[in-house]
């Protein structure tokens, strides 16, 4: 499980920076079109929260301890849940929740194959 926190956490700071700039394209749509859509301002979050978890997989990786893995569960399943309920009109947003989900249900194994090798 080293390998994949060290993989996501890095395609994951990579993938933050686009999704930043589509969210904000996202945005600029929205308030043009004056359509009342907050999808580029959900992308926006759910950069962020991608970000953080990319952060925490990398510096956890190595940890024997279970911190790292709930702390990704939480960021890149509430990155997922976010992506999933606010996507609008930014349907790209839908990509990075999935990218987010299967992020959050590997850290579910590697806590559950962690708490078994204890």
Request: with cysteine; proline share 0%.
């Amino acid at each position: 499980m080293k390998v994949w926190k060290l993989v996501s956490g890095i395609i994951s700071i990579v993938l933050c920076l686009i999704i930043e700039l589509q969210s904000c394209a996202a945005g600029v749509v929205n308030t043009i079109e004056e359509n009342g859509g907050s999808s580029g301002s959900v992308g926006f979050l759910c950069g962020i929260l991608i970000l953080a978890g990319g952060i925490v997989s990398i510096a956890s990786r190595k940890s024997a301890k279970n911190g790292g893995n709930i702390a990704l569960i939480v960021l890149f399943g509430l990155a997922a849940l976010l992506g999933f309920t606010g996507y609008g009109n930014y349907s790209d947003l839908v990509i990075w929740s999935i990218w987010a989900l299967v992020n959050a249900v590997l850290a579910v194994v590697a806590l559950v194959k962690n708490k078994n090798s204890i």
